[in-house]
């Protein structure tokens, strides 16, 4: 019989608060609308459903659109719908989130340099590390989205 997994910000709300003001700090730096889309696409690729769930209903409430969160998951074939900027940070979290044995390559990290300076690349690169990490917390705490 499957144990009941911990779930980690309730046992650990010490390093929630944390990774929660971490998250603030990145914020000011990067587009709420980038934000999201960044978060769901590690999302998506993470298979974490709670996640998925989360930065949808955020990104809606901020405006974005129905159409562009559905393309999220194929946002390399969805032409002109993302902007080069937008397209630039979802290739750079791909390679992130599959970060295999050869890392980021040197091409989509300059691709993203060419769209966003020093500061706000540190926290694009935060964001996607961030959203990893939370990804990874949730699946391996089988944390569901809401029934409704």
């Given amino acids: 019989m499957a144990r009941t997994r911990v779930i980690w910000a309730k046992k650990l709300p010490e390093v929630y608060s944390k990774l929660d003001e971490i998250d603030k700090v990145i914020a000011g730096h990067l587009e709420g609308s980038l934000l999201e889309l960044v978060k769901l696409r590690s999302s998506v690729i993470n298979g974490c459903s709670f996640c998925v769930d989360l930065h949808t209903r955020v990104a809606l409430k901020q405006g974005e659109t129905q159409r562009r969160l559905f393309l999220v998951s194929a946002w390399y074939e969805a032409g002109a719908v993302f902007t080069d900027a937008e397209r630039a940070a979802l290739a750079l979290t791909d390679e992130m989130t599959r970060l295999g044995e050869h890392g980021v390559s040197d091409e989509t990290y300059d691709a993203a340099a060419e769209h966003f300076d020093d500061q706000q690349l540190a926290a694009l690169m935060s964001a996607i590390a961030m ?4 990804n990874r917390l949730a699946v391996t705490s089988h944390l ?3 029934a409704n």
Avoid at 131 to 134: C, P, R, S, V
């Fill in 131 to 134: 959203i990893n990490l939370y």
């Fill in 144 to 146: 569901h989205p809401p």
